[in-house]
């Protein structure tokens, strides 16, 4: 197998390398089969459409149409005309699949199941990228650009999956890409004969062609692979996400000074708690007698845009023997040091350490690194909490109501970090505060009293079908509706708390979990939870627990605070088993019991975003990405017009000089046909055509390189402007001429001859004028060629033809017309 069969072979499988990422986010891999089955049929057509030949375009839109058609006759079936044809049903069938798709992805956790939904995005998904690479690398023979959707696949299975072996799916697409770009060098150097055959020996066993420079692009390949997987180990590096690994931080290094960044884990939070059946993070034991405050806590979210919260950078360092003390909290603060060993799922890889605050010290084996703002340890060059046994140290801090009531300011610094907030933030949240807490007498109480605010008292109810919004106005949309999930109320209460001149940020972590038979705890993903810590001097952070049926409120905001106004916040019941129930309640009204376990019905949630929604209808999301893809076109059709004409004139050229043909003294063509079927007595007619196509080739590559066209002179005169104004050198001027003296051969000859050599004598030119003009003039004379001008004209032209022909055929008496004298009509 050679040509484009073999490119076309190599394109179809360096998609489905790149695919291969996409392995570990869905169980069983079966769509893995039919996505190869679907791309090789897809591929066959385009094989097929280039051997007949057809235009580049009508050769992808075949392919289109073909994977168009499999994909109705896979997904619907039973809804589309003879089973394959596509309908308006099976536009609609296909509607609500992408839709319950867009669903499923949101509502469960890695490795998801392979739901119909999830199957036709993921096997429609990679049919799309197939047929991307296959017209990039084999219809326009550009396979370096074909990497390009082959990375966007790769990256958005990468960005969602952080496993030990994700080494390996990089290994396997940077190796069909790879083994593409080889395909199409070996086609290229295949063309200039055996000259790069290699050594005299190779040569004389007749081994020759492009084997040895084929050999060396392995070698490099090779390299370059096991250089981009080597060097990443030791560069500075912190992938993944939060909670189930669907976020992903970058930063962390080595030694003292590196940084962290992460994105908002908020994202996973709301996979933990969509799943539909609840699995089990993590179990741990404890020597402590009471574990209702046992919040496992993973990181802090203090960054406040105004629009969401997110974690800051921060500076990290090695992780401590012991941890220091917490920062505020007083030797008078009552505390109680606890242990508590916490064994983790072998499928929940987790780049923070879920450890209960404040914790003091910790024993974990791998590569951790310490912040020591939030007290936290995450993992750095890919480390996780995946199937990882660790021990953590840790106090139980027990401040009464009145340590908190009496705590001084903070100092300066801290204070003026953590109660920063946005201008963009509505006037109707401090407003709020302040009505909520009038006639508090200092932080703690006005603390409370926001905390009962949102769970006793302001009206609020734990629910996922809400309507928050989003952007800065969300937190006031939640304030006026009154319902929202644990991110609703921990956002709003911090956000509430900084205005009040209270240091405040957003915890995410999970709460207690339920206790097992054999007394140890354990923690499910729908324990995953968020809440508000406020900073009281002389204590440190503090746990508040405005979210009403979740977790517990802790002691000391249900004593009685000296003004006595404070009622006791009520406690949901705990559950016995961690395995909760699956079949969704009937009633309105679900039980505490219920709501902790997160067994009500249609739940569903968003991060101050529009939770309860199910996103925009089908054909809206079909129109705007239409609309993309049109204005992506848009920008790109002088390109792709410039590259086509260029194409069918530098063919034209060399079909007209290919084929064993001579030329006699006057002029006549000695051969009974010229290749493609020309009869002689159409040679001339077909050697004029072909001539005058590469001089407008000519002209319009000098037109692309700063030379505009002057139609005014003669081909001769023509040739000489080019020759002055593009600087040519003598190769270069000599093929300008040749072309000049084909085009009055065929302009004024009897019988022209056609001109072998045309086309390369055009590349000639091109590579001259390309050398002497600067990289803008370049890059505009391949994206935005100036000689794109003529389709317009053409266009033009067009139009006014046909507007003249149609003023004829309604004017009565026109020549050419029925009814007109002379004419007969029809």
């Known amino acids: 197998m050679s040509g484009r069969p073999r490119l076309a072979l190599c394109a179809a499988a360096a998609t489905l390398a790149a695919a291969c990422a996409l392995l570990p986010l869905v169980s069983p891999m079966t769509w893995l089969f039919q996505a190869a089955f679907l791309v090789a049929a897809q591929t066959g057509v385009g094989a097929l459409a280039r051997q007949v030949p057809l235009a580049r375009p009508l050769t992808i839109a075949c392919q289109a149409v073909t994977g168009l058609l ?91 999956s952080h496993g030990a072996a994700d080494w390996l799916w990089f290994l396997v697409a940077a190796s069909g890409y790879l083994m593409l770009l080889l395909a199409e060098s070996r086609d290229r150097l295949s063309q200039w004969g055996r000259i790069f055959g290699g050594p005299p020996r190779e040569r004389e066993r007749g081994t020759g062609g492009a084997v040895a420079p084929v050999r060396a692009g392995r070698r490099i390949g090779a390299v370059a692979l096991g250089v981009a997987l080597v060097v990443p180990l030791a560069l500075p590096s912190l992938t993944g996400g939060l909670l189930d690994g669907t976020g992903s931080g970058v930063g962390a290094g080595f030694g003292d000074g590196n940084t962290i960044s992460a994105v908002n884990p908020l994202v996973s939070l709301r996979d933990s708690l969509n799943v539909d059946q609840d699995r089990q993070v993590m179990a741990y034991r404890t020597n402590s007698d009471d574990t209702q405050d046992m919040y496992l806590r993973i990181v802090a979210l203090d960054d406040f845009d105004g629009t969401t919260w997110r974690p800051a950078q921060r500076r990290i360092s090695a992780v401590p023997g012991t941890l220091p003390t917490p920062t505020g909290l007083a030797g008078d603060v009552r505390r109680t040091e606890i242990e508590t060993r916490i064994s983790a799922a072998d499928w929940y890889a987790q780049d923070w350490l879920p450890m209960p605050y404040p914790a003091t010290g910790a024993k974990v084996k791998g590569s951790w690194r310490y912040e020591p703002v939030g007290r936290t340890l995450v993992g750095d060059h890919g480390q996780t909490t995946r199937g990882l046994q660790y021990d953590v140290k840790s106090l139980i801090v027990q401040p009464t109501a009145e340590q908190l009531a009496a705590a001084p300011e903070p100092p300066e610094p801290l204070k003026r970090d953590f109660t920063k907030v946005p201008a963009s933030l509505p006037a109707i949240v401090a407003q709020t505060a302040r009505k909520v807490t009038a006639g508090a007498s200092n932080h703690y109480e006005q603390a409370v009293r926001l905390q009962d605010y949102f769970a006793l008292n302001g009206g609020f109810t734990y629910s996922t079908e809400v309507q928050a919004g989003t952007g800065s106005k969300a937190i006031a949309r939640f304030l006026r509706d009154k319902q929202g999930f644990c991110v609703h109320f921990s956002f709003a209460m911090a956000a509430m708390a900084r205005t009040l001149g209270i240091p405040a940020r957003v915890a995410v972590g999970f709460t207690p979990g339920s206790p097992q038979a054999d007394g140890s705890m354990s ?10 810590e406020l900073y009281f001097e002389g204590v440190g952070w503090t746990r508040f627990e405005p979210t009403p049926t979740r977790g517990t409120a802790p002691s000391y905001t249900q004593s009685n605070t000296p003004s006595g106004e404070i009622p006791a916040v009520p406690q949901p019941p705990r559950s016995a088993t961690s395995a909760p129930s699956t079949a969704p309640s009937a009633s309105e009204s679900c039980s505490a019991t219920m709501r902790k376990l997160e067994a009500c019905p249609d739940q569903s949630a968003g991060a101050l975003a529009t939770a309860g929604d199910d996103g925009p209808p089908w054909y809206r999301v079909l129109a705007w990405t239409l609309l ?199």
């Open 70 to 160: 499999l994909l109705t006759l896979v997904f619907a079936h039973d809804q589309s005309l003879a089973g394959f044809i596509p309908g308006p049903d099976a536009i609609r069938h296909f509607g609500e699949l992408l839709q319950s798709g867009s669903q499923d992805v949101g509502r469960y956790a890695i490795p998801a199941p392979l739901t119909p939904g999830i199957r036709l995005m993921i096997v429609g998904g990679v049919l799309v990228i197939g047929l991307l690479v296959d017209a990039l690398a084999v219809t326009f023979r550009s396979a370096a650009p074909a990497g390009l959707p082959l990375l966007a696949l790769y990256s958005v299975a990468a960005g969602l």
């Open 628 to 826: 993309g893809l049109a204005l992506l076109a848009v920008p790109l059709a002088p390109m792709l017009w410039r590259l086509r004409s260029r194409s069918v004139r530098l063919a034209s050229a060399r079909h007209a000089s290919s084929g064993p043909r001579t030329c006699t003294g006057d002029g006549e063509i000695a051969v009974a046909t010229l290749p493609g079927g020309v009869p002689p007595d159409g040679a001339a007619d077909a050697a004029a055509g072909h001539t005058l196509a590469v001089w407008r080739e000519l002209t319009d590559t000098a037109w692309d390189y700063g030379i505009p066209p002057d139609e005014a002179l003669t081909p001769r005169g023509a040739a000489a402007r080019i020759v002055r104004l593009g600087r040519l050198d003598e190769p270069a001027a000599a093929a300008v001429h040749r072309l000049a003296g084909a085009v009055e051969q065929v302009l004024f000859a009897p019988r022209p001859c056609p001109e072998p050599g045309l086309a390369e004598d055009v590349r000639t030119v091109r590579t001259a004028l390309r050398s002497g003009v600067g990289p803008r003039t370049r890059i505009r004379a391949v994206l935005a060629p100036r000689s794109a001008l003529r389709l317009l004209w053409t266009a033009g032209d067009r139009w006014a033809a046909f507007r003249a022909h149609w003023t004829a055929r309604r004017t009565p008496g026109t020549p050419g017309t029925p009814g007109a004298p002379g004419e007969r009509g029809v």
């Open 523 to 532: 923690v499910g993903l729908r324990d995953a939870h968020a809440w508000p």
